[in-house]
């Protein structure tokens, strides 16, 4: 079964720093291109960041451009997300999810989340 | 960037009833769209893709059509487990990756 569940959500003050973490399983990990996706309480969804297969290509929203880091260990079957300097709008559900093999397209599976609240 | 604006925010219908939800964009994706499905406390999943091509295990109550700007997503007839929010998302044109604002579809 694929799978990917993500980790490291938390309370921190603006300014500061958080890592999430996306375990995957259930599928090779290293041949598809990951992304986060977030949703802010009771609203729509957000693309944040994407990497692809070895990390050829990384995008970031204008929205955390300078702030986050994207990167992937694929022999550790897993997707981080370094954010610093967070601020209040920073505060969502964070999904990471898989796209199909041929690039970053659709968004299949997601997993279950990760809570990031920034609030003083 | 792509915007993708959807029609109604929230949609009132009854059980056994067709629900037609619309997604336009400010720009033409070609048939680059996909549709989910989110309810509450749970993840978002894929219904649709490329427009009209229904993901793995999705039933066939679900469909979608449409190209260039206007799309939609069809529930033949609704089921109780379908009550639910409903984003459009476009990849023609990326980064980045755009999703609209989301259909609430409620009991009526």
């Known amino acids: 079964e694929v799978q990917l569940v993500e980790s490291g959500g938390d309370l921190v003050k603006p300014g500061g720093s958080l890592r999430l973490s996306c375990a995957a399983s259930g599928f090779a990990f290293s041949d598809y291109s990951i992304s986060w996706v977030r949703q802010a309480p009771g609203k729509g969804l957000e693309w944040v960041s994407s990497i692809s297969r070895a990390s050829t290509y990384i995008h970031y929203a204008d929205s955390v451009k300078g702030r986050f880091n994207i990167s992937r260990d694929d022999a550790r079957n897993s997707l981080y997300l370094q954010m610093n300097s967070l601020r209040a709008e920073d505060t969502a559900v964070y999904y990471c999810?898989?796209?199909?093999?041929?690039?970053?397209?659709?968004?299949?599976?997601w997993g279950q989340g990760t809570l990031v609240t920034v609030s003083a | 960037e792509i915007v993708m604006t959807q029609s109604p925010a929230t949609l009132s219908v009854s059980p056994g009833e067709r629900a037609t939800l619309s997604c336009r964009a400010s720009q033409r994706v070609g048939s680059n769209l996909a549709w989910y499905q989110q309810k509450p406390g749970q993840p978002p999943r894929l219904l649709i893709y490329?427009?009209?091509v229904r993901a793995t295990g999705i039933p066939a109550r679900f469909s979608g059509s449409g190209s260039g700007t206007e799309f939609t997503l069809t529930i033949s007839s609704l089921q109780s487990e379908d009550f639910a929010v409903y984003f459009c998302q476009q990849y023609d044109q990326w980064p980045p990756w755009t999703f609209g604002q989301g259909t609430k579809v409620e009991i009526k």
């Open positions: 999810a898989r796209s199909p093999i041929i690039g970053t397209r659709w968004f299949d599976p």
């Open positions: 490329d427009a009209s």
